[in-house]
Nanobody, 123 residues
Framework: QVQLVESGGGLVQAGDSLRLSCAASGDTFSRYAMGWFRQAPGKERECVAA????????HYADSVKGRFTISRDNAKNTMFLQMNDLKPEDTAVYYC????????????????WGQGTQVTVSS
C-alpha cells in the first residue's frame, strides 16, 4: 500500500500563491488515482481536485476552478497542487489521498491518506 506525505502549507495573505506537494512511497505511484481534499473547522472534508493515474484527466471543485491546478510526476512519485489567488475561505487542512483504479471525487472512495498540511489565508 502507498504512504503519503504532504508538504508546502503555510500562512499567506489573500491573493498569494502556494504549492502543495504530496510525496508517495511504498507502492507503484502510477497505479493510483489521486486527490486533494481540504477540511475547515466545523466543515466536512471536501474534494478540491483529483487526477487520474496518468494525469490525463482532472477534476476541480467549482470553488477553485481557474485558481488551482493539480498535477503529478509519476517518475518522481509526487503530486502537486498549485494554488493561486488564495482567499480566506481557502483556509483549511489540506490532505492528499490515493485510491487504486479510476479517479473519483468522493472522500469515501479513497483508501490512503496523508497526515495533512495547514493552509491559512489572511485577509
Amino acid at each position: 500500500q502507498v504512504q503519503l506525505v504532504e508538504s508546502g502549507g503555510g500562512l499567506v495573505q489573500a491573493g498569494d500563491s502556494l504549492r502543495l506537494s504530496c510525496a508517495a512511497s511504498g507502492d507503484t505511484f502510477s497505479r493510483y488515482a489521486m486527490g486533494w481534499f481540504r477540511q475547515a473547522p466545523g466543515k466536512e472534508r471536501e474534494c478540491v481536485a483529483a487526477i487520474s493515474w496518468s494525469g490525463g484527466t482532472t477534476h476541480y471543485a467549482d470553488s477553485v476552478k481557474g485558481r488551482f491546478t493539480i498535477s503529478r510526476d509519476n517518475a518522481k512519485n509526487t503530486m502537486f497542487l498549485q494554488m493561486n489567488d488564495l482567499k480566506p475561505e481557502d483556509t483549511a487542512v489540506y490532505y492528499c489521498a490515493g485510491r487504486r483504479g479510476i479517479m473519483r471525487s468522493v472522500r469515501d472512495e479513497y483508501d490512503y491518506w496523508g497526515q495533512g498540511t495547514q493552509v491559512t489565508v489572511s485577509s
